[in-house]
């Protein structure tokens, strides 16, 4: 252990000094001039500082308050020495911070006992700090696999859901990652731009309720069939519904509304403006972008030039304007996204 004496008295401080060095494992620092012991606390770990109280430049209350507002010193035990037994002074050094006194002339066995007591408090405070990182550290671990295990069955549901719908995945991991770009040109935090990334690709979870037949229907769809198409959002917030982390509760969100229109013309209840979850309205242009760009059964795939285009046009009407400006910025990282379907319409 590492004991700092503060002394403006050199004999005092080699007294001080050589007392404490007796105590078994403990090494001793002495320091003349208050403002250079600061100075040495901010660079150096103690573990016990005995300071004077009278002292030139800086009394020891003063030196006392300046340890406890430094983070680094704010816990080290601190004892006062002081010759002045006046009531007022040791309440002035308490409300400093002051843990110990010692009164002149110092008792050297006390001395040792109370330095003694003083750093065996300090190397329990110590083993719990420790305690408490490594807990910290264990539940950030236990918390990092949590999430990694919630987003693996995440995307797995969400790809076997776009393969029944006749897809290989990619439309969601596009729509995932432009919804992310989307979400960081807005300038929104990064715990809802990631929960926003992780979970627009469930966004069409409630297809796995809509039969294969009118999913993958090469026509245009009849009346009734449309109906069953659009019930898929109802499916997909029953699916979702009451989820206890927020990530589910965002995939319900998006599930539920990325078909509203900011014109109020969507559905299934036709919100309007910014009654629509910013999710629903982010991953809406993402979503639908992607699917202008994608090959279908019942479409051919429209130049990505086009389907930018076409985004831009429904701005103020499908899509939320400031969304629609945010895609617009996020443009330089949204289009290399979109090549392998530009290579797959030339082969074509």
């Given at each position: 252990m590492h004991v700092l004496v503060v002394e403006d008295s050199a004999i005092n401080l080699a007294v001080l000094t050589g007392i404490i060095s007796r105590i078994p494992g403990v090494r001793v620092t002495g320091q003349?001039?208050?403002?250079?012991?600061?100075?040495?606390?901010?660079?150096?770990?103690?573990?016990?500082?005995?300071?004077?109280?009278?002292?030139?430049?800086?009394?020891?209350?003063?030196?006392?308050?300046?340890?406890?507002?430094?983070?680094?010193?704010?816990?080290?035990?601190?004892?006062?020495?002081?010759?002045?037994?006046?009531?007022?002074?040791?309440?002035?050094?308490?409300?400093?911070?002051?843990?110990?006194?010692?009164?002149?002339?110092?008792?050297?066995?006390?001395?040792?006992?109370?330095?003694?007591?003083l750093l065996a408090l300090r190397s329990a405070q110590l083993e719990l700090f420790n305690r408490a990182d490594w807990l910290s550290h264990e539940v950030e671990k236990a918390t990092a696999s949590l999430l990694a295990r919630e987003e693996e069955m995440i995307w797995r549901l969400a790809r076997a859901i776009e393969y029944r719908d006749g897809g290989t995945g990619e439309h969601i991991s596009r729509v995932a990652t432009i919804s992310l770009v989307i979400a960081e040109e807005l300038g929104l935090a990064a715990d809802r731009c990631r929960m926003i990334y992780l979970a627009a690709p469930l966004h069409d979870v409630g297809k796995i309720g809509v039969p294969d037949a009118i999913l993958n229907k090469?026509?245009?769809?009849?009346?009734?069939?449309?109906?069953?198409?659009?019930?898929?959002?109802?499916?997909?917030g029953e699916i979702l519904q009451d989820g206890d982390s927020e990530l589910i509760r965002t995939a319900e969100r998006i599930a539920m509304t990325h078909h509203e229109r900011w014109d109020g013309t969507g559905y299934p209840t036709g919100l309007r403006g910014e009654a629509i979850p910013i999710e629903g309205r982010v991953t809406a242009i993402a979503d639908v972008f992607e699917a202008l760009c994608s090959a279908r059964p019942y479409k051919h795939a429209w130049p990505v030039a086009e389907a930018r285009a076409e985004i831009l046009a429904q701005s103020g009407k499908h899509f939320d304007p400031v969304c629609v400006a945010a895609f617009e910025r996020g443009w330089e990282r949204i289009a290399p996204l979109m090549s392998p379907l530009r290579a797959r319409s030339s082969a074509a």
């Open positions: 003349l001039d208050p403002m250079a012991a600061l100075d040495l606390c901010s660079r150096e770990n103690f573990d016990a500082v005995l300071v004077d109280y009278i002292m030139p430049g800086l009394n020891g209350v003063a030196f006392v308050r300046a340890l406890r507002a430094d983070p680094h010193t704010e816990h080290v035990p601190i004892v006062m020495i002081t010759a002045d037994d006046h009531r007022a002074v040791r309440l002035e050094a308490i409300e400093a911070g002051a843990t110990d006194f010692l009164q002149k002339p110092v008792d050297p066995h006390e001395l040792q006992v109370r330095v003694g007591n090469p026509s245009r769809l009849l009346p009734a069939e449309r109906i069953l198409v659009e019930r898929h959002v109802a499916f997909g």
